[in-house]
């Protein structure tokens, strides 16, 4: 086996689920920051409400993110018996924001975080997306809907 092949398996072998719940409780990512190594795996499990999850940056939280690592899920309708997970592949440690472009959702500071800087704090991104307007993007891309069993 090359060395290569060595790092590849290892890296496999430790990456981990991130495991996001969304609408749990209400306008709510949980958790709503977490921290996420490349190749660890973003799941977005929508178990409550209709919501979606839409990368942003810190100073536009309610803005589809023009360039980077991107995704949109797509609007989903959760429940706790929905079996669809949106999975994010992750390939950067650089801070990373999202929110729910549906209706009012965001200006109500649905925002999470993945790997926020020190001095990025969830709470001042609740606060800055306070009153904004969601952008909603088309389709979905930057990772893969999946149904779990």
């Known amino acids: 086996m090359h060395f290569s092949q060595l790092l590849a398996l290892a890296a496999t072998a430790t990456a981990a689920s991130v495991r996001i719940d969304v609408g ?3 306008l709510t990512f949980t958790p ?3 921290t996420a190594a490349i190749g660890d795996t973003l799941e977005f499990y929508f178990v409550g409400g209709t919501h979606d999850a839409v990368t942003s940056s810190y100073a536009a939280p309610c803005t ?3 360039s980077g690592e991107r995704f949109s899920s797509g609007v989903q309708v959760g429940s706790a018996s929905n079996k669809n997970v949106f ?4 390939n950067t440690t650089e801070p990373q924001f999202y929110y729910c472009s549906v209706g009012q959702h965001c200006a109500n500071g ?3 975080a993945v ?3 020190a001095g990025q704090t969830v709470t001042a991104l609740k606060a800055a997306a ?3 307007a969601a952008g909603r993007p088309t389709g979905v891309y930057g990772g893969k809907m999946e149904t779990v069993p």
């Open 64 to 66: 589809p993110a023009a």
């Open 115 to 117: 790997n926020p800087a």
């Open 110 to 112: 649905m925002v999470a």
């Open 24 to 26: 749990k409780s209400g």
């Open 130 to 132: 306070r009153g904004k």
């Open 87 to 90: 999975k994010v592949l992750v």
């Open 32 to 34: 709503d920051s977490v």
